[in-house]
């Protein structure tokens, strides 16, 4: 297996492609990247920015390039001896008319050959197999749109379909008749019955009513492609024929204005194997499984062998060519049986880098069956965030926030009332189809032949909504202790919370622990393990929607840690909970992956890095920012925005500012679409689902008013000094994050363009364009210097550290080290080390040990009380702080300098040249 020493994602898009990712390839191998990262690459919706909305995991996305520029970039990697990570999509595919293999289920229904591969009411064992499939994609309600003549049929050569702007649903081969056979007795007067293209039309015709009873299968469709072949040859070749055919096209797409001439296409439609609807609808009345409650994304049935070897055939073989080199598995917790899965994936792959995108609460671990390598990052990335934030001050933040917004917040109690908020809003549907499918199951039982839909319903919100995480793993074999216990745990709440529903929530209890009666039959048995498996799948998407895109967006006590499987109640991590938790990945996990930003995380590694700034002055923070709300009180209109979304934006400003002049003049429009999906996700004033175009504005217009130093030109006097202030010590952090993530148990992860200052939002903020060519050019000038005057060269950086190069240096001098010694990066022994003196809290010190080689990273953290703004966190401000280490030499990669320690160092001497240091000794 290839391990990498280090990743590098590239979002490709129909901008960026294999050429481009071609062109960077070289610089990415002089940085320092082992493996490049790529997001899913596969055929993809036209236009897809992000390549999650697939619609044939079988071919690569002919926009991102040719087939020969996706074998130039293979051969450009390789090489540079570079691999290949790439990021799949096992879960779900594109709700769209490039959709191939849907598209043959909305038009064959049940006889098309690809029924199975999607997670429809069709395929539901002990669900109505009869109703037609959802297609929820419609702007405004169906008999709008029909009436308006938005939606209207369309002749080519492929067949009929039915076109709502730019979607394409097909017609259903028996529906052909009534357009055919509609005002026939004109076309029999122009023709004649006895000319031969009317025969051939009544053959056809006679043809269409029998093939629903005659064939079926791969046969049908055949026999259906050879009938529309024969129908367009007749549109081509007769005038009269395809006049008539016009003409009926134009009769059923109705006359705007006449809603009676609506009518026949009403009817048409009706008679489809989906049903068109308002978007909105998707919320309430859901027959198939989305991604989260994203209604153009509709799931895979991947745990179907001969679905999961398709979706899988190309990815195969670019692994047994050696293209991929390693695997990152989108939305593990979609699955029906992720277990299953990646013991699959791993049969299937073989010896291949695998990890999963899977977000850990701070008590929970991996399932230890998985055979895989870890994570994405996201629980990294939480812990080395929250050991920056000063956790001493944490009633002092309480106590600001709620002060400025008038008002206490429970955190919990609040991720409770939004996940209600979810289940009612975004998958009251969802949870229909549950309650259903218990209901079912408990009428079978006279302990449950009382329960109600209502009731039932009730109860599994309930317990949906106090799942503290993403999902259990329970399988037809059975259920793990601790998924065992957290489901106990989440009864017991429930009960109390609604005591009404005692008896449902014991037979839930039951069911979920697969505690089956003696009586069952094998069916029984199997409705239980089918309930139970389905309601694992919707844990996660509520914890995402209810927690990351609501909660997240609304408890805005410290954005810093409002993160990506973050629990900003917690108040920042120890020391000590970082040495645990590295300890831990060295021991189960030691090469997951280490993230500090990732295509999906909400704020910019090193906008966090700021954020985390404010924790160590709660006193400066709460004056500045009261006084920046009085000066802006003209700006607010009818008290818009709110007082919790304005220390929202006030954070987000002191955390986002750019450095560089020439990005400071966009960033106003960058905060205000921002601010638009902030306050849409808080679904609090306005939401995707029902727009407050008032507030909006109310919002969009503070922004820039507040912006504009003709308008606000106290607030930006009191504003830019304490955001420059926060901003230099920001640095100081994100330096020593990034020390940290190289050196920690795990691979370390570079988001594309992070190896310079990241003060991106969320996206499609983080996706903007990165400029590689300054990049390369800051690389290569570093990389002459170092060679010549390392030591001359770190000052300037120091002095010029704004404009990103002393962390592209840091980065590319880390990784250097880590390549040269990767071995004992990779599977060195974590050792925290104690350090002494004066100020040792302010320092994160651990060793790697591994054969006779040893590393220890030293990090500072919280040095608002140690230097005055502006000055260097170097030298003699470390005062008798210190290291006990053994007699030995060792070399800092960072400096390229030799030092002595004789039992004691101390950090003034280690940190006499650099911010954060790698002490290598043999």
Not at 841 to 854: G, L, Y
Request: aromatic letters at 12%; charged letters at 20%.
């Amino acid at each position: 297996m290839r391990i990498p020493k280090a990743t590098y994602r590239i979002q490709f898009n129909p901008q960026f492609g294999f050429e481009d990712a071609r062109a960077i390839a070289s610089y990415l191998a002089d940085l320092g990247v082992s493996d490049l990262y790529a997001s899913p690459i596969f055929k993809a919706r036209s236009g897809s920015t992000h390549g999650y909305d697939v619609v044939d995991a079988t071919q690569l996305n002919p926009q991102l390039g040719t087939t020969a520029e996706f074998e130039g970039l293979v051969s450009e990697l390789q090489s540079l001896s570079l691999g290949w990570l790439q990021d799949i999509v096992p879960n779900h595919m594109a709700y769209s008319n490039e959709n191939l293999y849907l598209m043959d289920v909305l038009e064959h229904g049940p006889d098309s050959s690809y029924t199975d591969y999607f997670d429809v009411c069709w395929n539901s064992p002990f669900g109505n197999s009869q109703e037609r499939i959802l297609a929820p994609l419609l702007g405004d309600f169906y008999g709008v749109s029909l009436e308006n003549g938005d939606i209207q049929l369309q002749y080519e050569q492929h067949g009929i379909t039915v076109n709502y702007y730019g979607l394409k649903l097909p017609l259903r081969l028996e529906s052909y008749t009534k357009l055919l056979t509609h005002n026939l007795g004109k076309l029999t007067r122009t023709l004649g019955r006895n000319h031969p293209d009317f025969i051939k039309l009544l053959g056809i015709l006679y043809i269409l009513k029998s093939v629903p009873s005659e064939v079926a299968g791969k046969q049908r469709q055949d026999q259906i492609a050879f009938i529309k072949g024969l129908i367009w040859e007749l549109y081509t070749t007769n005038d009269e024929i395809h006049q008539f055919i016009e003409e009926n096209i134009q009769v059923f797409n109705g006359e705007v204005g006449n809603s009676e001439s609506f009518n026949l296409l009403d009817e048409l439609l009706n008679d489809q194997f989906y049903r068109l609807a308002f978007w909105k609808v998707g919320a309430e009345e859901m027959n198939y499984r989305r991604f989260f409650t994203v209604n153009e994304l509709i799931s895979v049935k991947v745990e179907e062998l001969r679905v999961f070897n398709n979706t899988h055939s190309l990815i195969h073989k670019l692994v047994e060519q050696g293209i991929f080199t390693g695997l990152r598995i989108d939305h593990i917790d979609g699955l029906y049986q992720p277990t299953q899965y990646l013991e699959r994936l791993r049969e299937k792959m073989g010896d291949v880098y695998i990890t999963v995108e899977k977000i850990l609460e701070i008590t929970e671990d991996l399932p230890e069956n998985w055979e895989i390598q870890g994570t994405s990052g996201y629980d990294f990335l939480n812990y080395v965030n929250g050991v920056f934030c000063q956790s001493d001050n944490h009633e002092s933040f309480d106590q600001i926030y709620h002060q400025f917004i008038g008002k206490p917040v429970d955190y919990p109690s609040l991720v409770n009332e939004k996940k209600h908020l979810i289940l009612e809003k975004n998958l009251a549907g969802d949870v229909d189809n549950l309650a259903s499918l218990l209901k079912n199951i408990s009428s079978k039982y006279r302990y449950g032949n009382d329960f109600t839909l209502n009731g039932l319903k009730r109860a599994i919100a309930a317990v949906l909504t106090l799942f503290p995480i993403y999902r259990t793993y329970i399988t037809p074999d059975g259920i793990g202790d601790s998924d065992k216990a957290c489901i106990q745990k989440v009864i017991n709440t429930a009960k109390k919370q609604v005591p009404l529903l005692q008896h449902e929530m014991n037979f839930i209890e039951k069911v979920m622990l697969l505690e089956f009666d003696d009586a069952l039959t094998q069916t029984e048995r199997e409705q239980w393990i089918y309930f139970v498996l389905r309601m694992q799948q919707y844990s996660g998407p509520l914890m995402a929607k209810g927690v990351e895109d609501t909660t997240l967006y609304v408890y805005n006590r410290l954005l810093s840690l409002n993160e990506v499987g973050g629990n900003p109640s917690h108040f920042g991590i120890s020391v000590d909970q970082f040495h645990h938790f590295n300890q831990q990945h060295q021991a189960n996990w030691p090469y997951t992956m280490n993230a500090t930003a990732t295509h999906d995380t909400k704020r910019g590694e090193d906008m966090r890095a700021r954020l985390n700034v404010l924790s160590e002055i709660p006193q400066e923070w709460e004056e500045q920012v009261n006084n920046w709300s009085q000066l802006n009180q003209t700006h607010r209109s009818n008290h818009q925005p709110d007082r919790n979304d304005e220390y929202f934006l006030y954070q987000t400003l002191v955390g986002a500012f750019p450095f560089a002049e020439h990005e400071q003049a966009p960033f106003v429009q960058r905060v205000q679409e921002y601010m638009i999906k902030a306050i849409r996700e808080a679904k609090v004033h306005t939401a995707w689902l029902r727009p407050d175009n008032e507030y909006e504005e109310a919002c969009t217009s503070f922004i820039e008013k507040i912006l504009d130093p003709n308008l606000s030109k106290q607030f930006l006097e009191s504003f830019r000094p304490f955001q420059e202030k926060i901003a230099d010590y920001g640095i100081y952090n994100s330096l020593s994050q990034t020390l940290l993530k190289i050196a920690a148990p795990g691979v370390p992860d570079f988001y594309q363009g992070t190896e310079l200052w990241d003060l991106s939002l969320v996206d499609p903020d983080n996706r903007r364009p990165v400029d590689f060519e300054q990049r390369r050019t800051y690389l290569n000038d570093i990389q002459a210097q170092i060679k010549t005057d390392i030591l001359g060269l770190i000052p300037q950086l120091l002095t010029h550290k704004t404009d990103g190069r002393i962390k592209l240096f840091l980065t590319h001098q880390a990784l250097k080290a880590r390549t040269q010694y990767l071995s004992l990066f990779q599977d060195g022994e974590y050792s925290p080390l104690q350090v002494h003196g004066t100020h040792a809290k302010h320092i994160i010190a651990f060793a790697r040990q591994h054969n006779n080689q040893t590393v220890i990273a030293i990090a500072p953290r919280f040095l608002t009380t140690l230097i005055p703004p502006g000055q260097p966190a170097l030298g003699e401000i470390w005062q008798d702080t210190h290291l006990k280490l053994p007699a030995k030499t060792w070399y800092n990669p960072l400096t390229n300098q030799t030092i002595q320690t004789q039992n004691n160092i101390p950090i003034a001497q280690i940190l006499t040249h650099f911010p954060v240091a790698l002490l290598i000794a043999e």
